[in-house]
């Protein structure tokens, strides 16, 4: 069987599969954040943290009829409780949407490991630690040092620029594209693929398939030519792992090359985002940055806990009495790590941005098996961005507050950010 065949046939299989029943598609404005929240809603994208704040005092595990049923723990020992708890709480989907994939795809999941549950998911996280150490991650810096330059070069001249659009999405997009080995110029496709996989996800069966068709086509694409032409990058080096003594399904492939684009642009591109966001309506941290430039690796952490971008699923697995609510089988739980970043009875002044905050227990990339995979890599680029950024433009504001466009849904940043820098 060629390449091709193998890949092609086990693509199609599973993309049906994945998509699993459909539930009753519910939008519109929430009437009560405790019984119908919905992180898809234009109030949430704007500013879920008074609700987060609201809902932690008023009902901790908060409901909803949405996506076929679901709960919102809010206190930061619930949170956690869920993220370590692989026994009650499945990872076989991680987005929560009206869709719910068949129980066979577990323990793999269509996007492993972060759709892995034990015993699967170990060996499958394990096969991509080596790509992510601290050590491997020193070697692109000066790469990303560069590029991050010459995206400020092309910003000369301008008097307001959008931060989102025109910086912060691309460092990632350069990044992930050079460990994968995808064509850098391909940036507008991955930008496309992540709103689908991720902002998407209220849309008919259809859209939906047709979207994630989409991207798994172009993911073949990439796949053959790297079967053509073998080189030193992740993609080949998945093509040609061995898991029990097997080269990985095609699906595992081609799924952990998805989550990697996905989970590798979005997240930080957010966090980078927010963080100049924050600089840029606070006069008094940003000057203290340019001033103090060393003071940037604790002053990130702090931007990690209050803007965390991420917040991942999970599908309860029985029947259950819960924490003081009765969870059922194949629910939703909506691991809100940014609620737990903002929980009082967790952090001092909880709700305030203090960027030489000394303890800072974070929990903006998970808890427990599935925590990021990705974490050294990240904080380079948030470093690398906001240092060159901090140099070549020590003064920003915000141009117009109202403009701010946040994302909807489950990785929260902003995707439209006038800065006056002229
Ligand atoms: C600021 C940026 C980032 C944040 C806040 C973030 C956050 C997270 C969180 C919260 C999880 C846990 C998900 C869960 O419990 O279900 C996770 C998992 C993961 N992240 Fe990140 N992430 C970031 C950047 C990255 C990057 C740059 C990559 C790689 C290119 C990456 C790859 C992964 C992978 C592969 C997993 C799954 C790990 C597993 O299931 O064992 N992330 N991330």
Redesign the pocket.
């Given at each position: 069987m060629t390449v091709d065949d193998r890949f092609v046939r086990d693509f199609r299989e599973t993309q049906e599969e994945q998509l699993g029943t459909p539930t009753e598609i519910i939008t519109g404005p929430v009437s009560d954040w405790a019984t119908d929240f919905s992180h898809l809603e234009p109030e949430w994208a704007a500013d879920p943290y008074p609700i987060l704040d609201d809902l932690r005092v008023r009902c901790p595990i908060a409901h909803t009829d949405r996506f076929g049923g679901g709960w919102l723990p809010t206190r930061y020992e619930d949170i956690a409780a869920v993220?370590y708890d692989t026994e009650r709480f499945s990872?076989r989907a991680?987005i929560m949407g009206n869709y719910r994939p068949p129980k066979e795809l577990a323990p793999v999941g269509a996007v492993p490991?972060?759709s892995?549950d034990p015993p699967f998911?170990h060996d499958a996280?394990k096969l991509?630690l080596p790509a992510?150490t601290k050590k491997e991650v020193a070697k692109r810096e000066e790469a990303t040092r560069a590029f991050c330059h010459s995206l400020i070069d092309s910003l000369e001249g301008l008097e307001v620029v959008d931060a989102a659009r025109d910086y912060a999405q691309h460092i990632?997009m350069r990044v992930?594209a050079d460990?994968m080995g995808f064509p850098p110029e391909d940036g507008p496709r991955f930008r496309q693929f992540v709103e689908n996989a991720l902002e998407g996800v209220n849309l008919p069966l259809e859209e939906r398939m047709a979207h994630s068709a989409e991207l798994f086509d172009y993911l073949l694409e990439q796949i053959r030519d790297h079967v053509a032409n073998p080189r030193d990058d992740l993609t080949t080096y998945l093509i040609d792992a061995e898991l029990h003594g097997r080269k990985l399904e095609p699906s595992h492939v081609a799924g952990t090359l998805a989550?990697?684009l996905i989970?590798?642009i979005d997240?930080?591109w957010?966090?980078i985002g927010a963080s100049l966001w924050h600089l840029a309506k606070t006069p008094a941290d940003r000057e203290r940055l340019v001033a103090e430039p060393e003071l940037l690796p604790t002053a990130i952490e702090e931007f990690?806990r209050a803007y965390?971008?991420?917040t991942?699923a999970r599908l309860v697995k029985q029947d259950m009495h819960w924490r003081g609510v009765d969870m059922k089988a194949e629910d939703w739980v909506l691991?809100s790590?940014p609620a737990a970043n903002r929980d009082p009875a967790q952090f001092d002044r909880a709700d305030e941005v203090i960027i030489d905050r000394e303890i800072n227990r974070h929990v903006?990339?998970?808890?427990?098996?599935?925590?990021?995979?990705?974490?050294h890599?990240?904080r380079m680029?948030?470093r690398v961005a906001l240092e060159v950024w901090l140099e070549r433009v020590p003064v920003f504001s915000l141009a117009d507050p109202s403009a701010v466009k946040w994302a909807v849904g489950q990785v929260r940043g902003p995707r439209t950010l006038p800065l006056r820098i002229g």
């Open positions: 993220a990872s991680i490991p972060i892995s998911h996280r991509l992510f990632p992930i460990m989550l990697l989970a590798g997240t930080t957010s966090a990690l965390a971008p991420v991942m691991l790590f903006a990339f998970g808890l427990g098996i599935h925590r990021c995979v990705g974490s890599l990240a680029e948030l």
